[in-house]
């Protein structure tokens, strides 16, 4: 009973409906700094200007553990398939609930997403998003929204890319859904690394910073990636590693937010 009141408790107060919703390893890995390096199927959630970079089809997906030994209660997955500038988004992160509340709880997040390039150097994207959220109190309510994306290229190292989530405002069962601005740059030392800098900023909460960096070794077989993410109570540190062979790419991220135990992200994607 007390682990079910724990989940409740997580639930209800350490984020809002559809927070931190995203969890693909790449990205937490380098602490969501991610906006002007957001590249192929796994940019979806984080700037979908980037479908347009690379011309083969991709498919992502990735397992989410939160909040240490709650993983197998209250986790997170998610889906992205890209084909040409075209991609499709699912992700999903809930728990099964019991006692007095007992039934699924569940928060979902589909999106039809297309990237498009306005000339050689600059991108635009696109999400229509449908909002999901099920709770044993409430029932299932669902929402649209959008969201939009572009990226610029200053130079061959240098990039800056800006995200808005819910531009549209949309709520679901009354309650405001995130929304933020993303805006940041990126410079890409050749194949080796690639260093990021975002700006977070949103209308419920203080304005963050993001810093990951990338480093590739033996000719892009091995990936090691590190991020920290700072705002006024909120700081977080990561780490991932990624293996790539022979278009598949295996890559791990792991967690530590204050005041919490580790998370941690799994994924696979296939390119082709």
Sequence with gaps: MKKIIFILIMVSFLEASHENMGGTPVAQALSLSYVAMAHGAGAIPFNPAGLSL????????YYRILYGGLGERFASYGLYVKY????????????MLEGDYEGKYDEGLYSLSGGYPL???????????????????FGT??????????????????????????????????????????????????????????????????PGVALGEQISLFKGLLILRGGIYSEEDLKKFSFGIGIHKAGFHFDYAVISTEGLPLSHSFGILYRR
């Design 54 to 61: 690379g011309d083969k089809m991709e498919a992502l997906t």
């Design 141 to 206: 309510s669902y929402s649209f929204g959008a969201d939009v994306g572009i990226l610029a290229n200053i130079t061959k190292v240098f990039r800056v890319g800006a995200f808005y989530r819910n531009i549209t405002l949309s709520r679901i069962r009354g309650d405001k859904l995130p929304s933020y601005l993303d805006a940041g740059i990126s410079m890409h030392s050749g194949d080796f690394s690639s260093t990021s800098l975002t700006f977070h900023m949103s209308p419920d909460y203080g």
């Design 84 to 95: 040409g500038n075209i991609g499709i988004g699912i992700e999903e992160k809930g728990a």
């Design 119 to 137: 000339s050689s150097n600059l991108l635009a994207g696109l999400n229509l998003n449908l909002y999901k959220f099920q709770d044993p109190r």
